[in-house]
């Protein structure tokens, strides 16, 4: 054999960088238990537990009665980056023409294509932690670094302008702001994001991508689109998608929508890599752009009875902090109290996954380990369940955190 043979099995180096998803261990395991007969309650899921509202359902068989079935353009059909861009302009104060819109299969894949599109190797990204998983795997792809600004519970689980201030450097190419946020629900105010605009101000080759993905699920807060201040059009890539507010995980399709360079520059991966989203999905998503709100603001009030429930159930925990989420529909208590204690098996709570494990094994309920969003002293609790299942959820996870010594 030859010494220096190229190695067979060798991957790029940038996809071996990238971490599995931490949050799929867990979920594997409460499959695996539920598929040999274990009662399992999932608190874990990432999705609304509503069906998609009737008009859209009904626009997509319209469609394929209409035998809308062929490939698109590749942004994504004019009609529907025209609703999209004066949806933008009506409620979130942001100027683009359609040509600076580009639909993708997902917000995930609009994200991925802007990171992948501006992040150079050895690039700096910023991310407040806890952060949504895929980014920091996703800025490993480009080659480019994930710097986590670590927030607390006691702050809200916010980034402070001083923070940010002090996490910039010249090689910062990205801020990732996600307002409301998975996995903690928080939400920036206006005045927050101005306080951020006066820093980003200093530094103006930093570029925002900000992820407004949970911006229809929102409980006595505003939303506010960062793009849309002053001075922050021309460097503001805003993702947005229907999977969320809509209830349409599974249609796949998002966009964003920033300058024409980017945007161009994001259509071209794009063409290369999947072509336009489902023709039948985007007329879907232009029925839910021009249907009445009223479907999605249902789905919100619901969410906040869930939230007012679950939050009152978590804050009785001894121990345990969680600060009042204003969107999307997660908590994120703070459970490292519990760290260090032992289960009657022996079991030691040496982390979040840990515990995770620990609720799913004995007492039948999955969470997702606050490790996967880059903050170990959490759980992530989605309460997208029926009131029933969070009251089984919370008497189980209170049992179970009630039986560490
Ligand atoms: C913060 C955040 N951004 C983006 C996405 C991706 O959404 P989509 O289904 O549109 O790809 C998710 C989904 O979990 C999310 O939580």
Known sequence: MIA???????????????????????????????????????????????????????????ALRDGFTRYTANPGIL?????????????????????????????????????????????????????????????????????????????????TPAQLDAAITPNTRLLILNSPSNPTGAVYTREEIEALVEVLHQHDYVIVLSDEIYEYVLFDAEHTT???LPGMA??????NGFSKGYAMTGWRIGYMA?????VDAAAKIQS??????????????????QMSKEPIE???????????????????????????????????PDISAYFGRTASDGTEITGSEALCFYLLEQHGVALVPGQAFGSDSGVRVSY???????????????????ALV
Request: proline content about 8%.
């Open 234 to 239: 021309e460097r503001t890539v805003t993702v």
């Open 384 to 402: 997208a369940s029926s009131m029933d299942e969070l009251a089984r959820g919370a008497d189980r996870i209170e049992a179970g955190l009630g």
């Open 298 to 332: 249902a789905m919100a009030v619901s969410f906040r009875e869930r939230r007012d429930y679950m939050l009152d159930r978590v804050n009785q925990w001894p121990g345990v902090r969680c600060p009042k989420p204003e969107g999307a529909f997660y908590l994120f």
């Open 79 to 159: 009609e529907l980056r025209e609703a999209i861009a004066a949806k933008l302009q009506r409620e979130n104060g942001l100027e683009v023409e359609p040509g600076q819109v580009l639909c993708s299969n997902g917000a995930k894949q609009s994200v991925a294509q802007a990171i992948l599109a501006l992040c150079r190797p050895g690039d700096e990204v910023l991310m407040p932690a806890p952060y949504w998983v895929s980014y920091p795997e996703q800025v490993r792809l480009a080659g480019a670094e994930p710097v986590a600004i670590e927030t607390a519970a006691v702050d809200e689980y916010k980034m």
């Open 272 to 289: 290369q890599f999947t072509s336009a989203p489902c023709s039948i999905t985007q007329r879907a998503a232009l029925a839910a752009v």
């Open 226 to 228: 960062i793009g849309a």
């Open 4 to 62: 220096d043979a190229p190695v067979l099995n060798e991957l790029n180096p940038n996809v071996a960088a990238m971490r599995p998803s931490a949050t799929l261990a867990v979920a594997a395991r409460a499959k695996a238990l539920s598929r040999s007969g274990h009662d399992v309650i999932s608190l874990s899921a990432g999705e609304p537990d509503f069906d998609t509202p009737a008009p859209i359902v009904e626009a997509a068989f319209q």
């Open 258 to 262: 920033g300058p024409q360079w980017i």
